[in-house]
């Protein structure tokens, strides 16, 4: 074996189709041979792992081989797929939440369980429990995770702050589905045809002041973050202060009237629209672009995506910085939620495009938030 390993390490960066490599694999695997897999996966992230820029052929097949064990259904694949990236020189910043979205998607939790008794991350364990909440795993109950889950020593980590059940703003996420050849999702962009905000003639439009700062306009942006960094994303994220309450019927006018760069000539030359949302719609919303990612990327994934979705929906909220999650959600649960959608040319107006707004409970306060992105 060691030397059918050495062989295919040797010949990998020649390869001009790695397919032939994959099958060997799938058959292996096939056979019952998962420890062959994950052999092959850390002889290949030893020679290549390290380097600055991995040849493609050595990312597309440890790809591989790290989907079809965390994908193929029994224990014992768990077991390999976990041995595979912790005993890796291939870790980087999105392998544990990588691995662990794949594994909570394909394997019940009891078979997980072996990721907290086991050889995995502190930071594989902390997005496996996440991933496993937003799944609707009771993981404070769950034999072999309950103990990990609920021990205060990872409370420190950013992910400690999410409770350990979903929310009722969260009710059903939008997941992806994973397979050994590829995976799909959701796209919930744009706003609902429900719930449309008729315009109210002569409006009245209280005075608004922005109030904008970086590090507002950041943790709004938080679940958007992703679309800027690593595809072709951009996004408008401001708030304003209001000189009397804002009503509903109101809030079209308003946006139209703020200035912001997504509505420019919107409303005059082009088609707008508002409708009202409630904040799951919302939040539903911010987690696709979160955990999905935009038009060329991954995304964070579900557990991180989860918390980006949440520092989101605070920010528009308004919620006071380091709140507690429960402080957060029923702030969103006060405030009004609106989606708008606009033909400028702003928007990409492609599949990836986004506009919340969220008017505080006293209706003094209004948040907006517009991303898009194209590929």
Known sequence: MADRIQKIVTELPGLKSVTDVWKVADRRLAQGDASF?????????????????PIWQYGSVFDHLLRVLATSPGPGNVVQALRLVSSTEAAHRKLDPYTASLLASCHPAEELAAAFTGNASEELRACLVHELVLRG????ETPGIARWATSPHWKHHPLGWLPLALSDVEGQPDLP????????????????????????????????????????????????????????G??????????????????????LALGLECLKDAGRKTAFSVMACPPDRAWRVLFAAASSGGAYNSGARGAYGRLAAWQSLAGLA???????????????????????????Q???????????????????????LAATDTD
């Open 37 to 53: 897999v994950a052999d092959l996966g850390i002889a290949l992230a030893g020679a290549y792992g390290s380097e600055p820029g």
């Open 137 to 140: 795993v009771a993981v404070t």
């Open 177 to 232: 589905r994973y397979s050994t050849r590829g995976s799909s999702h959701s796209m919930p962009y744009g706003p609902s045809e429900n719930g449309r905000v008729v315009v109210e003639r002569g409006a009245h439009v209280p005075p608004a002041e922005e109030t904008t700062t970086p590090a507002v306009a950041m943790g709004i942006s938080a679940a958007l973050a992703n679309w800027a960094d690593e595809s072709n």
């Open 234 to 255: 951009r996004i408008e994220a401001r708030v304003f202060g209001l000189a009397a309450p804002l009503d509903a019927g109101s809030v079209p006018s308003a946006l």
């Open 318 to 344: 308004g919620a006071a910085e380091g709140a507690p999650f429960e402080t957060v959600e029923a702030r969103a649960r006060e405030c009004a939620w609106y989606g708008f959608d606009a033909d400028t």
């Open 346 to 368: 702003w928007f990409e107006r492609v599949a990836w495009d986004i506009g919340l707004a969220a008017v505080s409970p006293e209706s003094r306060w209004l948040a907006v």
